[in-house]
């Protein structure tokens, strides 16, 4: 998937859907996910620590995900 730096508390729009095998969708597109663990984005498994070690370079992360920023702050001022 391409190390991501300096991730954790980022939140990320997935721009396209990422299918593992025939039908194990792990990444909907127009969701938003997070990262909690360094160099991750938690996918719909809620697996949190995990590689793309056997896919393709088109499934490179920018190719999937913009980044939309940190957490989402409270109401309070």
Not at 20 to 34: A, E, H, Q, T, W
Not at 46 to 67: A, S
């Amino acid at each position: 998937m391409g190390y991501l730096k300096k991730t954790i508390g980022l939140r990320f729009l997935c721009i396209r859907e990422v299918v593992f095998g025939l039908c194990d969708v792990k990444y909907r597109k127009g969701k938003i996910y997070k990262s909690e663990v360094e160099g991750c984005i938690t996918n719909e498994d809620g697996e949190k620590n995990h590689e793309w070690i056997e896919y393709p370079e088109d499934t490179e992360w920018k190719n999937v995900f913009k980044i939309i920023g940190n957490k989402r702050r409270s109401g309070r001022r």
